[in-house]
């Protein structure tokens, strides 16, 4: 007698829990109305120092992997992530002519006639890359396997390792890192002063946007989708999601529900987390057939951020990719969160 | 005898062919020129490439040999486990040997653990497979005795629940080591470096030594348990050292290389078909005959698409099993049935 007792109390409490977290904005005249998808493109590429730096060589270095590693030349550069982050930073610190081959996923124009090196983000091929004779790479764990990157070293190759942890707060160091492996230290010192002052002025730019009530601050969720099989992950702290939505001045759902790196969640879950808008990237939002396959999948139209098509994509490669170009990725999502500066909206034509 | 000398033949040439291609282009003969060089022969051009020696060395011949030595594990493994439960449909995957190989390669990337290094992975995948064998044979152990179909049906009952684990890791694993799982169940010799080369060749070297031995052994079992047994064949000793055998061959080859599907399975028919089933020549046939199919494989892997590696389990089921397909219809057809 007592456990259906108990199970309906339950359930009527979820159903409160669930009212507690109903929508909020769309009705709200004063908060800051989102309605329709919008995409996030970025053409502001950093551009490379001036003079170009001549690298001071060989440097010796212990990497990432607390490995030594010398570098004696720099003529031909391999730079390889999974976000295309190394191959910017060395493109802006006006190395860029020296790169002889680039991951799939380095965006910058001037790059992108160079050979690909890594067709699905992680599977390097050691002859092919062997084959290109580069003097030095650069590289972090978030491509391999590391036997690869291993061999390359057997082979007399310079491997440096990074560390592939991308975030607001070491911006500036990843960009000294790839400078000093480069022996162009100053250049270093100096990309990574102009980057920060940006990043900071992006910022105050976007904190200008932001609404001052906290209570009409958006609730965002960053989700990561692949495929319409219902399978959706969250990106929570310590993912890179958590410093972009702060900056954005968003709430940050998954902080709220204590989610750390990327976890699953189910359907109902999303409908009491109730978010206003999701950040999405743009492949991942293709996979489920764009906003109107989005709202096809359990849960999803239940939501505020469903009810009111408020979606922001951004390419993959770029959302999460920080280094040099992250003060231009959060103008850009600023703009497709709040609308552009003078007031016409984002792109909001998807 | 001719056709293993054959065999043996094609497995040397392939391997050169095999030794000389790849996707930095280095022509033939400076692959001869650079062996000679390497062994004190001052003869023949050296790779023009700067860093065509080094690749060579480095990169390309450690996976050839990788390729040979992880395809004669599994040809040898197929022949003696088809032998041994006298079953056709027998394969290393029904000991639960690939599938807790897999549990250990999943778990290290989703934990991450790194306590011996790049090895970490392939000692762990070992260990897995060894161990689930071990239980699979356990548990299959009655009375000082084992039964095949009790066997089988064990090592489908392991085999669910590996599955499960592997679900269960893909679920608690982040996108990266998702990824790796799917990448690393697909199987590859990328990234096969000496040092790995050097821990898998004398567990090869023994396992496949003592399938060899077994063989005489097989021939007598495949007239029946009671007539072995009457030969004056320890038939439960047998059976336990076949399985050990197998499970240290396949989990060698497993480790470093992930799952390699079909293989095992589909070598020691064609041997079978094109030579009988004495074993004396069946088994070294199924060694010779896995070892050319997985070099000519990883040759197609590392050289079908510029700049990318593409998953050799993918390509031995893909060609396999169509051509498998192809002889089944005809053994049908011209024997009335399969033997």
Redesign the interface.
């Known amino acids: 007698m007592r456990t259906p007792i108990a199970a309906i109390a339950l359930v009527v409490v979820g159903l409160l829990a669930a009212c507690g977290h109903g929508p909020t904005t769309g009705t709200a005249a004063e908060g800051p109305a989102c309605e329709g998808p919008a995409t996030a493109a970025t053409q502001d590429w950093p551009a490379p120092l001036v003079p170009t730096p001549e690298p001071l060589l060989p440097v010796s270095l212990t990497d990432f992997s607390g490995t030594e590693v010398t570098v004696s030349k720099a003529e031909r550069i391999l730079a390889l992530d ?1 976000y295309g982050t190394l191959a910017t930073t060395v493109h802006a610190l006006g190395l860029g002519d020296r790169l002889v081959g680039r991951d799939v996923s380095t965006g910058v124009p001037e790059l992108a006639s160079l ?14 890359i ?2 290109l ?1 580069p003097d030095v790479v650069l590289t972090d764990y ?1 491509i ?5 990157q ?2 390359l070293r ?4 310079p491997v440096v390792i990074l560390d592939g942890n991308r975030g607001r707060d070491v911006v500036g160091d990843q960009i000294r890192e790839v400078a000093e492996a480069l022996g162009v230290e100053a250049a270093g010192e100096e990309l990574a002063d102009r980057v920060a002052a940006d990043i900071e002025e992006a910022e105050s730019e976007v904190a200008r946007l932001v609404p001052r009530d906290p209570s009409d601050r958006l609730r965002m969720v960053f989700l ?1 989708m692949r495929g319409q099989a219902g399978v959706f ?1 969250w990106f929570g702290e310590g993912s890179g999601a958590d410093d972009l939505i702060e900056a954005l001045g968003g709430v940050d759902v998954a902080d709220e529900v204590d989610v750390a ?2 976890r ?1 969640i189910n359907a109902e879950g999303l409908v009491l987390a109730a978010p206003d808008m999701f950040l999405m990237m743009s492949d991942g939002l293709e996979s489920v057939g764009g906003i109107d396959g989005l709202l096809e999948v359990p849960g999803v139209a239940e939501t505020p951020a469903g009810a009111d098509r408020c979606v922001v994509d951004m390419d993959d490669s770029q959302i999460l990719g920080y280094g040099p170009q992250y003060p231009a990725t959060l103008r850009a999502l600023a703009h497709a969160v709040y609308g552009e500066p003078d007031g016409s909206g984002g792109d909001r034509s998807r | 005898m001719l056709f293993v000398g054959g065999l043996a033949a094609a497995v040397v040439v392939v391997g050169i062919i095999a030794a000389g291609m790849g996707q930095l282009r280095v022509p033939p003969s400076e692959v001869l020129g650079s062996v000679l060089h390497r062994i004190g022969l001052d003869v023949g051009p050296e790779p023009s490439h700067p860093r065509g020696d080094a690749a060579l060395w480095n990169v390309r011949f450690p996976r050839v040999v990788m390729a040979v030595l992880v395809g004669a594990a599994l040809g040898g493994a197929g022949a003696v486990l088809q032998a041994v439960f006298g079953n056709p449909l027998a394969e290393p995957s029904v000991i639960g040997v690939s599938g807790g190989a897999a549990v250990g390669a999943c778990a290290v990337i989703v934990f991450q653990w790194t306590f011996l290094g790049t090895f970490t992975t392939p000692a762990v995948a070992f260990v897995g497979g060894l161990a689930t064998t071990l239980l699979v044979y356990g548990m299959s152990r009655s009375g000082g005795r084992t039964e095949v179909v009790t066997l089988v049906l064990m090592g489908i009952a392991v085999n669910a629940v590996t599955g499960a684990l592997i679900a269960l890791l893909v679920f608690v694993g982040d996108t990266q080591a998702r990824e790796q799982i799917v990448f690393w169940q697909l199987g590859s010799l990328n990234g096969t470096r000496w040092e790995a080369v050097r821990v898998v060749a004398p567990l090869v070297a023994v396992g496949v030594a003592a399938c060899m031995s077994l063989a005489r052994r097989l021939d007598l079992l495949a007239l029946g348990e009671r007539s072995a047994r009457h030969l004056g064949v320890d038939v439960e000793r047998l059976r336990m050292v076949a399985i050990v055998v197998v499970a240290v061959l396949v989990a060698a080859g497993v480790a470093f290389a992930g799952v390699i599907g079909f293989v095992g399975l589909v070598v020691p028919h064609l041997a079978r078909m094109a030579i009988g089933p004495a074993h004396r020549w069946l088994v070294p046939a199924s060694v010779l005959g896995g070892a050319l199919v997985l070099v000519a494989a990883d040759l197609v892997a590392r050289t079908a698409v510029d700049y990318a590696d593409l998953p050799i389990g993918m390509l031995t089921a893909l060609v396999g099993g169509p051509f498998f397909f192809w002889l089944l219809r005809r053994a049908r057809a011209t024997s009335g049935g399969w033997a």
């Not at chain 1, 391999?144 to 690869?148: H, K």
């Not at chain 1, 057997?154 to 190759?157: E, K, M, N, R």
């Open positions: 999974v050979p690909v090196v890594t067709h699905n983000g992680h599977e390097l091929n050691a002859e092919a062997l084959a004779d978030s391999g396997p590391l036997e690869v291993l061999q057997d082979s007399g190759v990561y992950y790196g990327a699953p």
